[in-house]
């Protein structure tokens, strides 16, 4: 099983809410990312945990938040987006994170920030 | 700066028809790539990947070539169906979780 999940698949909010994005994997894997993508445009690392811990952060803005609860999940919260934040955010997930190896991404949740 | 590319943005085939997307790329000590097919509305999906320890790599209907004295990836998919339709990404991963993906050639299967 290569299955990573995100809810919600759709999310439309305003400048001022606030809102969280969610990711899970069950296949044992120890690195979830989070990735930025516009349309007709590849998808652009954003954040990285490496076994529960952030390793990387891309000079993402601050409004946006990451959290790793466990070894499982990933959260992105949200606050104070611009309308140009709007995007398919996707997550991905792979064993370790720290050698060369796949990444498995999950269906994306499309924000709409108004 | 060093990065990976496509040389065409779109291919357009006939059903059955085989279909070869290429990609290049700059850094040549690179060693690991991915192809990745996305589809309208969802996320990316893996397809294959190869190492630079190999030239060549096949999946089922596809096969994935690696020329590392021109620096240039492709992927040849066989008997080509509508349901290839899609975005096409080529990847080349860099080390420590750092993912960096080509422009996306988008494939169109006419029946």
């Known amino acids: 099983d290569t299955e990573v999940t995100q809810t919600p698949k759709h999310l439309v909010m305003g400048m001022t809410n606030k809102k969280s994005l969610k990711c899970e994997q069950h296949m044992g894997h120890r690195a979830m990312y989070w990735y930025k993508q516009k349309a007709k445009k590849p998808p652009e690392l954003m954040f990285v945990y490496s076994y529960e811990k952030l390793s990387i952060n891309e000079s993402v803005p601050s409004r946006f938040s990451p959290e790793c609860p466990n070894s499982s999940l990933l959260n992105l919260h949200l606050h104070a987006l611009q309308p140009e934040d709007s995007a398919l955010y996707l997550c991905?997930?792979?064993?370790?994170?720290?050698?060369?190896?796949?990444?498995?991404f999950g269906p994306g949740t499309r924000l709409l920030v108004l | 700066g060093e990065s990976v590319g496509l040389h065409l943005p779109t291919l357009s085939v006939q059903e059955g028809d085989n279909s070869i997307i290429n990609c290049a790329y700059s850094?040549?000590?690179?060693?690991?790539f991915i192809w990745y097919k996305q589809e309208s509305g969802k996320g990316p999906q893996f397809i294959i990947d190869i190492r630079s320890n190999m030239d060549k790599r096949q999946g089922q209907r596809v096969t994935v070539l690696l020329n590392k004295t021109v620096k240039h990836l492709s992927l040849q998919i066989a008997a080509t169906q509508p349901g290839d339709s899609a975005v096409y990404f080529c990847?080349?991963?860099?080390?420590?979780?750092?993912?960096?993906f080509g422009k996306g050639t988008m494939l169109l299967v006419s029946p």
């Open positions: 850094n040549s000590a690179s060693d690991y």
């Open positions: 991905a997930s792979s064993q370790v994170g720290t050698v060369r190896e796949t990444q498995y």
């Open positions: 990847a080349e991963n860099q080390g420590y979780s750092t993912l960096t």
